[in-house]
């Protein structure tokens, strides 16, 4: 087998405390499907036909229960971790380093992408790689987001991400936040690689192939908890570290050992370098090709450990993380699902109005009169008569009493909507009821901060 | 006759001349008579021949059962003859051959009585005797039996050989064999249900017409784009390697076939026999699919073929015995001995030779990078020889920058020129090392294209020119022209940005403009003065008698 698929779908959701607070973020819907579902769909239409995937009780149980989920073909091995638990991803890794038989391929359960994931893949084998992933140009998100005063990003750490001139191998790699006195990269990497572009408007993508040798480096090294935040730094700064151009006694001792036991003398030491076999040494010896030109060293510059990352310019590729990712991945989600936007169940009559970007989903009722334009309406949501909905989400279970007006909102699910109802830019949390008359503009609801808006107009604002 | 004479003796002259005249008429009239047999015989024999090319050519398709029992009815009481027909009889098996020379055997006796009906009858029952045994035999024994009744210029046939797939791109009954091919070629693995076929690789770009036999494939395009991930229908070493193929990652013969030997030593380690299966046999079919896939990825070199060659023949002799265990390892083992005489220690061998070749003083050409003019060069060097090379290179490959960094990099005081300045920088030179990409039967030395061009003005400067290749490079292909069987590398390689413009960015869009990046050209042996190989230094002519005795040996 070549590679092992690891969904990684216990996180938080941090970052959207209102839409996460009821539902865990692996299963809010996106397209009227689970978050969840993106991925692994990516997965399966590559050819996969198993996954790990990694998460909550809470969220095993929705999935079990969700009609979405039982689309997926493949066979998913639920490994169950603590919710409370401070599990970073890279602990979980270690946690399911049993389970992990070859070279491994994380994904994170808030990616939704149409990436050829081919790309990323034969840069992992073909310059055999330990670390291969995907990045994209990151897109400003256009939509307002309700909620949000004008738009201002908070205080958004950069990523500074170097790649040398082919574009494909990462030199460098660092937060803004671990840099407090300015970039400084290292004489030996510029001595290797002179030409360097980095990079600051890059979405990691969150998709890494990993090879065995890093999860069994993991379960020794157990100070590392994060992938994004600690492994990733770790691995792009030991290519060019001199220890990892590993010299040829340890070749000949570890040669008497076989050869899949990389990596586990050295408890803290990565032996990630991966000794290539003398075969493949021999051949590379005799291929006149070198990656880089200009100086006497041979190809890679003889060091073991190599990272790639191909970089997406084109093409779709989002992290449902915060509030305003997931309505523009609402907003694109039509164009990702090849199913049709209006689902067989739902009743529409035909008086109703509806724009080529919508989604309906099932077992809905949309009365007579209505508007609904660039929305996503989630399962068995009733919208009843002179309704207008336009640019907003809401989810499933939901119902709209006649009159409305729902502009650029996020309603989740089981909310009730009075009559008359005029919300703008609002978020109204789940389980919400908003009073007949309303009129709520840039307003978010949560159980935090219960509101009841009275009738005839009052204009509130706030967060 | 002799006692007619005797007895007629008494009337002398005329009794001899009548004597003889009898006798002459006797035997005349009998030598009349064989010669009239013999004629008969002659233009039955050609009518016959010009009755079967008439049916084999035209009336092939018809079918008409009918007359086939009818035919054979008639046919049995006329089977002796049949010994004087050739060919029809002893291929195929007695029912059908009975009708066909059968039905020729009335012909002569009954010919001057024949009418038009009878003509067709016959006719038609040859046809059905020849459409049996053509569907008995299949396309094997067609050639044979219609070649041989057929009018001369079809006697060619049987003699031409089949042109392989891959020079017949142009052919498209041909692709549509080949993919049909592929599609058979699908491993069942463990997952019989599903039927994932190998895919085959499109050609891209316009294509020069001299060479729109051959593929052109586009780096940007790879063969996994097709495949699924994780690869289970071939194995994940084979994708690497055919990855690392097309990328160009290993190029170069000696490399390649080493990468390609690797990568069977870990499907060997991976592989387990299915039941009811021998491992002899299996192993085979399992390496088939994948050697397919190699090939879509990056045509094989003859070095690989002779490689693939070897490992086969070694599968198929493990004794059926044997237990699988001890089969992978006989075979790891066979790998590494044919990987380390072939390869590592020919390549020492050819460079003890060489180094006796080179002499102090000496000003040595080398053309792109060859792995082992490198290692002789670098011996040579060790070996405290006195000398400098020059480093030609040529577009697109620009591979002469690598090998002169290894030069530089061991000490040796190297020059670089590209190509085009090879006949002003000839004077200087004292020697010509080529490396070669494989020793044609007839002598022909396939390298890297450019290195034709090199012996030629070296030849014409009357500078030695020495190829050095290892034996297990020696193919029995024959060829005289670079045309008939290359290698189209990727159109996109020759396009270049100076000064940020590009001007070739939209050649595709140019109806009229071709690019053609060819990889290898044919030397002829008159431009080559010798051959270093690791079995001594042998002219050019003499690779058949090489291959002679290897093919002896094996």
Known sequence: MELQAVLMAAGGGSRMPDLTYNTPKPMLPVGNKPLMWHPLNLLERVGFEEVIVITTKEVQKMMSTDPKMKDVKMKLDVVCIQEDGDMGTADALRHIQQKIKTDVLVVSCDLITDVALHEVVDLFRAHNATLAMLMSKAHDFTETVPGQKGKKKTGEQRDFVGVDQSGKRLLFMANEADLEDG????????????????????????????????????????????????????????????????????????????????????????????????????????????????????????????????????????????????????????????????????VISERCQMGPDSIIGAQCQVADKTSIKRSTIGNSTTVKEKVKVTNSIIMHGVTIEEGCNIHGCVICSNAVIGRGADLKYCLVGNGQQIEAEGEAHSFHTSTFNMLSLFSPPTVTRGT | MAESGVTDGLCNTDDIERSKTEGKELTKEEKQRLRKEKKQQKKNKEKNDEKTSHEGEKKKNKKKKEEQPAGSASQPPAQPSPKAVPAPAPPPPAAAAVPVPASEAPAPADKPAKSKADLKAERRARQEAERASKGKKGDVGQPA?????????????????????????????????????????????????????????????????????????SRK????????????????????????????????????????????????????TPPNEELSRDLVNKLKPYISFLNQCRPLSASMGNAIKYIKKEISNIPSQCKEEEAKIKLLNCIERYINEKIVLAAKAIAKYSIEKISDGDVILVYGCSSLVNHILCEAFEKKRKFRVIVVDSRPRLEGREALRRLVQKGISCTYVLISAVSYILPEVSKVFLGAHALLANGYVMSRVGTSQIALVAKAFNVPVLVCCETYKFCERVQTDSFVSNELDDPDDLIVTRK???????????PSLGLLNLVYDVTPPDFVDLVITDLGMIPCTSVPVVLRVKNVDQ
């Open chain 1, 183 to 346: 970039l400084s990269i290292r004489k030996s990497i510029m001595r290797k690689h002179p030409r360097m572009h980095i990079k600051t408007g890059l979405v990691d993508a969150h998709l890494y192939c990993l090879k065995k040798a890093v999860v069994d480096f993991l379960a020794d090294n157990k100070s590392i908890s994060s992938i994004r935040g600690e492994l990733l730094p770790y691995l792009v700064r030991k290519q060019f570290s001199k220890t990892t151009n590993c010299p040829k006694s340890k070749d000949d001792a570890d040669d008497q050992t076989q050869k899949t036991a990389d990596g586990s003398t050295n408890s803290t030491e990565l032996l990630i370098c991966s000794r290539d076999e003398p075969l493949l040494q021999l051949a590379q010896e005799r291929s006149c090709w070198n990656d880089h030109r200009g100086d006497m060293s041979e190809a890679y510059h003889g060091g073991k450990l190599r990272c790639y990352v191909h970089i997406m310019d084109q093409g779709l590729c989002y992290r449902v993380n915060t509030l305003a990712a997931y309505i523009e991945a609402n907003r694109l989600a039509s164009k990702l699902l090849e199913e049709p936007a209006v689902h067989p169940s739902a």
């Open chain 2, 145 to 217: 039996p219609t070649g041989k009744l057929k009018a001369p210029p079809s006697e060619l046939q049987p003699v031409v050989k089949r042109l392989p797939e891959h020079v017949q791109v142009d052919n498209p009954e041909v692709v549509k064999k080949l993919a049909k091919k592929l599609e058979r070629q699908q491993t069942p693995g463990c997952n019989a249900a599903e039927n994932v076929k190998i895919p085959l690789r499109s050609d891209y770009g316009y294509k020069v017409s001299l060479f729109s036999h051959l593929h052109q494939y």
């Open chain 2, 500 to 510: 940020g413009k590009t001007q070739l960015e939209h050649w595709q869009k140019v």
């Open chain 2, 221 to 272: 395009a790879p063969l996994t784009q097709q495949l699924g991930i994780p690869s289970t229908v071939i194995h994940p070493a084979i994708v690497r390697l055919g990855l690392q193929y097309s990328q160009g990652i290993v190029a170069g013969s000696n490399a390649r076939s080493v990468a390609l030997l690797h990568a069977f030593q870990q499907v060997i380690r991976d592989y387990t």
